[in-house]
């Protein structure tokens, strides 16, 4: 059940909501949980206790990434910003270019897109 949450949220990806939320795979998680401590009440051998901790210590790990991980940096303002790091950039060609190289040619506008993650 706990695998079944993580997998829910690497599925879901495209929906924004359920990415920033996380809800299916906190609730799936917290079943997951219930289900394994409600075994171990009536039977603690190691059939049961190991999937238990496995899931208690895959809930753990999923908080952490989720929100420590994932996190966005923190803004930047535009006054921060007056001068952009010497990068090396490729060229439409593919050839590498330093960005203090296409700088010395003049102002140099830089576009980013976002891609698909």
Not at 44 to 73: D, I, K, N
């Amino acid at each position: 059940m706990g695998v079944a949450g993580v997998a829910a949220y690497v599925l879901l990806l495209d929906v924004a909501w359920l990415r920033s939320s996380g809800v299916l795979t906190f609730g799936a998680l917290a079943v997951a949980q219930v289900l394994a401590f409600s075994a171990l009440r009536t039977d603690r051998r190691a059939r049961t206790l190991v999937p238990a901790g496995l899931t208690f210590v895959l809930g753990l790990t999923f908080l952490w990434l989720f929100f420590f991980v994932a996190r966005l940096p923190a803004p930047t303002t535009f006054e921060q910003l007056e001068r952009a790091p010497d990068v090396q950039l490729w060229e439409a060609a593919g050839a590498p270019r330093r960005l203090s190289q296409h700088a010395a040619q003049g102002p140099v506008l830089l576009v980013f897109f976002r891609g698909h993650w």
